[in-house]
């Protein structure tokens, strides 16, 4: 048996080449892939340290924010009562000043008109 090399076993040669540079080629892909994975990775977790603790502040920010809106939302309550009470005890007296000052200028102008004329 020789060294000499039939067309067939050229042939298997060339397609092992092939399919060793393929697999290198596969290689390269996959280790880039890895490396941008790893990289997003990397900002994926950046961002979190940085979130995280800001959305904490941003939820203890909107609790006091509904605290003080529920303590302004009782000071208003006690306001509009505090109001409807001065306006009741307020109106009633009113109303009689208003009526006695009305009745009055009713009588003072019949008493103008029935007084004679003298002349």
Known sequence: MGLIAT???????ILAAFWGLLVAFLCV??????RVLES????????REETVPLL?????????????LDRVDGVL?????ISGLIEQAA????VKIISVGAGL???ASR???????SG
Request: glycine residues 6%; charged residues 35%.
């Open 56 to 68: 904490r502040e941003v939820r203890g920010t909107v609790e006091r924010t509904n605290r003080e």
């Open 91 to 94: 109106a009633s007296p009113l």
């Open 7 to 13: 067309a067939g076993d050229t042939a298997l040669i």
């Open 111 to 117: 008493f103008k008109k029935s007084k004679p004329a």
């Open 40 to 47: 997003t990775k990397m900002m994926i977790d950046a961002t």
């Open 105 to 107: 200028r009713k009588g």
């Open 77 to 81: 309550e006690r306001v509009e009562n």
């Open 29 to 34: 892909v996959l280790l880039n892939t890895f």
